[in-house]
């Protein structure tokens, strides 16, 4: 399992100091603004795929699409996962956590 994958299981928010601030720089450079900034098009190319999708299932059913199941609590955690570098295969771990 990726450590980024590891701090996250270990309860990083849920810590007091020092064990916070200690796996807090462990991340930190993923949340920083460059790091954002560089990964812009990799976001909006993720909003994007989570929005053909819902289209998707739409047409599949013809029913009305569940906005906050099917974009507004996927596309964060989606998003802090490739932040974070997490593989695929483990990211609906990480979904699952939180």
């Known amino acids: ?3 980024s994958l590891r701090v996250m299981a270990s309860g990083m928010i849920l810590r007091d100091e020092p064990d916070h601030r200690r796996l807090r720089i462990l991340v930190e450079q993923a949340f920083a603004r ?3 900034e560089q990964m812009q ?3 909006e190319e993720m909003a994007d795929e989570l929005i053909q999708e819902m289209r998707e299932k ?3 059913t ?3 699409v569940d906005l906050m199941a099917d974009y507004a609590q996927r596309f964060p955690i989606a998003v802090i996962a490739e932040l974070l570098g997490l593989p695929e295969a ?3 771990k990480f979904a699952m956590w939180a």
Do not use: Y
């Open 41 to 43: 098009s990799r976001i």
């Open 58 to 60: 739409h047409r599949r």
């Open 34 to 36: 460059r790091s954002l």
């Open 62 to 64: 013809g029913q009305p």
């Open 90 to 92: 483990d990211r609906p």
């Open 1 to 3: 399992m990726p450590r």
